[in-house]
Every structure is written in structure tokens, then in C-alpha cells.
């Protein structure tokens, strides 16, 4: 969800202002989602790499996340959308972790659209925690080191219960990955579009899945 902060700047104001603004833009892309046949949608919301920000705009984003939960999870579980976390919680303040912990429990038996919201996420930290799991479960003899292929490392991780990314969009025209989803993206297909985040319709969702859907994915094979 990149670009609130250049969203804001341009129209004179505060970078907060912009982030307020990008939260507001998800419940309607995530309402969108079963029209589109989106299962899983997942939102960058603070990389690992965020906390290099001033300490007033990470203390104004945290505060936006604490009261985006506590706002937004009466619509989330009517509109049957269940809700996850990805990312380094015990790098989060406990209060944050509580209102995480409680919407995934407020959510756990909807069937609809898969929200999964990366706070404190970095795909290197991912893997370094998820490494750190295995190595552990390997001095306990409980894994293998032998037996250790594709398929396992993807058990640690944060994302295990999720499927790979199909679609990946970053808005605001940056084309790099900034860190995110770096293991499950392997063959992701990528948007890069100019549009800042708070910009973001559901028309411009609905452009992007349909240019997507036109897309030959050949994982490294060859046309058939
Ligand atoms: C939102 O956009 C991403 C978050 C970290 C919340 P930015 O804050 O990165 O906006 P720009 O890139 O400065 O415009
Ligand atoms: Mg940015």
C-alpha cells in the first residue's frame, strides 16, 4: 500500500493524514474481492524496515492499526472475511498484539475472503525466524536435516497456511519488492502501477486482476 505519504505531501499536509486516508481505501478492495474471485488478498501495512521512520509517524501508525481493528471488525466478520497477521508480533506492543490476537479469534470461521495484513512483516525476517524454528526442531531430532526440501522450509514460515501470491501490485510506481513475501513470490506475477495507494479504486483492482488473468504463467516450462 505504498504512496500516503506523497499523497499527503501533495495536498499540503501531514504524512499521517495520508496513511489515514490509505486505510480507509482497504475496506472496499477487500469487499471487492469475491466479485473479482480474489480468495486471499494480503496488505503490506510495516515492514520490519518501517521503524527507521520518525517516532511520530510509527507512533501514529500503530495507533491507526490499533483503532482500524477495533473500527473495522464488526464489518470484517459480517462481510465473512476472516483476518490474519503475518510478521514479528513480539516486536509489536502488547495492546496491538491483544487487538491481533482477538480479530483472528473474531474471525476464525468465516469462509469468505482470506485477509492477511503483514505488520512488523519482512520476508528476510521471515526466513530467518522460520530457519531458526527448524534448527531447533532439528536439535530436538525432530526433523530430519536429510529430509529437508522445498516443501519445508514453507511450514515455518508465517504464510503456512496460506497459498503462494499469484498477483502481486505495488501502487505509487516504485518497481522494487521492498522486502515483501520474498520466499512465497517466487513466481508471482508483478504490477507496478503509478496510482498512490489512497488513490487505489476498485476499478483500478478490477484492471489489474483482469490484465492478470490475460497473463500465460509457464513456471519455468514452456508454452503448451
Ligand atoms: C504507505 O506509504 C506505506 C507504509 C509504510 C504505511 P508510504 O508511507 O511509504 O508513502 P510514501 O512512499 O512516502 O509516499
Ligand atoms: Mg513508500
Known amino acids: 500500500m505504498d ?41 503490506f501495512a510495516f515492514s520490519t524496515e518501517n521503524w527507521k521512520r520518525t517516532q511520530r509517524e510509527v507512533a501514529g501508525l500503530m495507533s491507526l492499526f490499533r483503532s482500524y481493528i477495533k473500527k473495522e471488525a464488526r464489518a470484517l466478520r459480517e462481510h465473512n472475511v476472516r483476518v490474519r497477521f503475518i510478521g514479528d508480533r513480539p516486536g509489536l506492543d502488547e495492546k496491538l498484539r491483544n487487538l491481533m490476537d482477538e480479530l483472528e479469534e473474531y474471525t476464525a470461521h468465516c469462509t469468505g475472503t ?48 496460506l497459498p503462494d501470491p499469484d498477483l502481486v501490485i505495488r501502487t505509487s510506481g516504485e518497481a522494487r519488492i521492498s522486502n515483501f513475501l520474498l520466499w512465497q513470490s517466487a513466481y508471482a506475477e508483478y504490477e507496478f502501477i503509478e496510482t498512490l495507494w489512497p488513490d487505489f479504486t476498485n476499478e483500478i483492482f478490477a484492471q489489474v486482476v483482469r490484465s492478470y488473468a490475460g497473463r500465460e504463467r509457464r513456471y519455468g516450462g514452456i508454452a503448451v
Not at 489515514?20 to 473479482?36: I, Q, S, W
Not at 525476517?125 to 524454528?133: I, L, S
Open 114 to 161: 482470506n485477509l492477511t495484513i503483514a505488520i512488523n512483516y519482512g520476508g528476510r525476517d521471515e526466513v530467518a525466524r522460520a530457519t531458526k524454528r527448524l534448527a531447533c526442531d532439528v536439535a530436538q531430532g525432530k526433523l530430519d536435516p536429510q529430509k529437508i526440501d522445498e516443501e519445508t522450509l514453507p511450514r515455518y514460515l508465517d504464510t503456512c497456511v
Open 3 to 43: 504512496g500516503n505519504g506523497r499523497w499527503a505531501e501533495r495536498r499540503g499536509q501531514p504524512r499521517l493524514f495520508g496513511h489515514h486516508a490509505g486505510a480507509k481505501r482497504v475496506r472496499e478492495v477487500v469487499e471487492a474481492c469475491p466479485d473479482l474471485g480474489v480468495d486471499y488478498l494480503t496488505i
